[in-house]
């Protein structure tokens, strides 16, 4: 069974500039979550999707969104890209619709803004 | 909403030693605690869970134990060896399934 699928893996955008990354769930997992990752903060919750709804959304500003296709892959965008945006994102999938299961990772996609 | 503070953010411990990783959460509905490690340029992988109807899980070397009445949960590795290296993460769900991380702790095995 292939893994979460993140791409692109390494990107480099500049300030006010908006960026689409994407993630491709493990076949028959119905959530993903997203995250980011920053040497300060460990791992922030950005939001989480389940059968194409947004089931919860974290502490961040409206500049970033996201969505799920019916397929379950998942997008999220940043816009008017900030210098502080820099980071790891990362993409998880869960198989459990009712929560407590285990979460499975992608590799990321490295942002960088400069 | 929920937080988990981890502490220590650093450990140093010589091959062989036992090591301890310490995190706390707020909310006492949370009721699932993964542990998660993530290798140097690598993705965070989960290497034991808890959920909050067992007070300890052993999985060779590795343990965690739960005390729901403190709001606190600690991972313990036996053994501790280089390849045990890395950033360790530990998490409490909030919500279907929502993940609240701890901070990180980087763990470092001398041989």
């Known amino acids: 069974k292939a893994g979460v699928t993140q791409t692109p893996r390494y990107l480099i955008k500049t300030r006010g500039q908006q960026v689409t990354l994407s993630c491709s769930p493990i076949s028959g997992h119905r959530s993903v979550s997203w995250y980011q990752q920053t040497p300060g903060q460990g791992l922030q919750f950005l939001f989480e999707y389940f059968s194409e709804t947004q089931r919860n959304k974290g502490n961040f500003p409206g500049r970033f969104s996201g969505r799920q296709f019916s397929n379950s892959r998942s997008e999220m965008n940043v816009s008017t890209l900030e210098l502080g945006d820099s980071a790891l994102y990362l993409c998880a999938s869960s198989s459990a619709g009712e929560g407590t299961g285990e979460l499975f990772f992608g590799e990321g996609s490295r942002l960088t803004v400069l | ?111």
């Open chain 2, 1 to 111: 909403g929920e937080n988990v503070e981890q502490h220590p953010s650093t450990l140093s411990v010589q091959e062989g030693d036992s090591a301890v990783i310490k995190c706390t959460y707020s909310d006492s509905a949370s009721n699932y605690f993964p542990w998660y490690k993530q290798e140097l340029g690598k993705r965070p992988q989960l290497i034991i869970d808890i959920r909050s109807n067992v007070g300890e899980k052993k999985d060779q070397r590795i343990a965690v134990t739960l005390n729901k009445t403190a709001k606190h949960f600690s991972l313990h590795i036996t053994e501790t060896q280089p390849e045990d290296s890395a950033v360790y993460f530990c998490a409490a769900i909030e919500g279907y399934s929502t993940l609240t991380f701890g901070k990180g702790t980087m763990l470092l095995v001398s041989p």
